[in-house]
């Protein structure tokens, strides 16, 4: 009977391939030292982690963790009745929250700064969730949790049968009153990572996710402790949500233009996106109750400040991308003259002004982007678009260097 080591390559590699699509392989693993190698790769490369599985990351040996790429670590929030999922989260609530969030990443960055640089790239991501957002009033939502599938929590709103949560066999008949709304959207004031004690060197990791699927939306002065923490952070990708009082957007703006003037000067790549719930947005703007003063915008309205920091930063970066804070109009006249953009490769920017209602704003504006786009010398790619419920456009410019010519387009 022939063994493993018999076979020709060919075949040996289309079995391993085969083998490398299941899922728990690891029993696999001690079969030889070849198929050990593979699966280890598998396996460890993209690790979703909860706080109470870190004990587990520190005990792996540095063969193993010199196979992974890419750490979630997934925080679970405390949990809440029915008595209080119409209600916004208490400060009691709040508070332990926030000692969840910074103690597992303390501890995770406690781990991570013994971990041998060398030459490779680690991702970080982080997310929170709470198990009775979804058991409540989120039903439809994704938010990350263990036992969440994307696809099919998106999927199957009929099966949802919840009529004291606003569910009658798949049908919404009940909104979320607006203090249940404001629960996943509302950020807290007190997270802060510099007590007791500060946050060690993370050499490790090169990329920072945080997606809107996270629960909870960090401070952007918590975020600058984070990454101040990390020398070799290279690319950053950060999305949030509009905030659900309308009231508190300009001073979180004024956080957000702080948080651009002190990005790392290590990092070269930046995507920022800011989502909405258009649905969501209309309820707001009934104003029930008293609390109509702090209904957010329906129509979001970007910063100025926000897009002139980015402008300013751009120079130094290779790629960056924005969506909805700031509009590209602000950005391109923030823009003063003796500016130059060497290293700049690609720009994705959103505008209010890239519409069919708007010929002459959109004229000007790529007008504007053209004169800019002369001092950006190493741009391949700049896109101009705008989305919104039942409308879309977009204007992309390319050019790749192995191209005589540019193309555009609308």
Known sequence: MPNWLSLPPEIRNIILNQLSHLDNTGVYASVSKEWRQLLEKKNFSHLKLHPDCLDFLDQLSEEATAQIDHIWLNIELTTYTCRACRKWESPTQ????????????????????????????????????????????????????????????????????????????????????????????VPPESLHFKRGRELPLVAAVTKFVLRRQCRRQLKPSALLQLWSKLPRLNEIQYESWQLSEGISQNRWDSFHEEMIRKLPRSVKKVTIFEDFNENYLDLFQLGRGPDIQFNPDRVRLPSFGVGAALARRSRELEHLSVAFPVDARDFFNA????????????????????????????????????????????????????GSRGEACSFTYCRRRQDRYASIVW
């Open 94 to 185: 709040s508070y332990a929250n926030d000692r969840l969030i910074v103690g597992a990443v303390s501890r995770l960055y406690s781990i991570l700064a013994r971990w041998n640089q060398g030459q490779r790239h680690l991702t970080l991501e982080l997310n929170t969730y709470s198990p009775s957002d979804s058991e409540h009033w989120f039903k439809d939502c994704y938010f990350g949790a263990p036992t969440e599938d994307k696809f099919a929590v998106v999927a199957k709103p009929r099966d949802f049968h919840d009529p004291h949560h606003g569910w009658f066999h798949g049908r919404i008949v009940e909104q979320p009153p607006n203090k249940a709304l404001g629960r996943p959207f």
């Open 335 to 386: 823009c003063e003259l003796r500016w130059r953009w060497d290293k700049l490769k690609s720009l994705t920017l959103t505008s209010r002004a890239m519409c069919k209602d708007k010929p002459v704003e959109t004229k000007v504006l790529l007008t504007t982007a053209a004169r800019v786009a002369l001092r950006m010398p190493s741009l391949e790619t700049m896109i101009l678009w705008n």
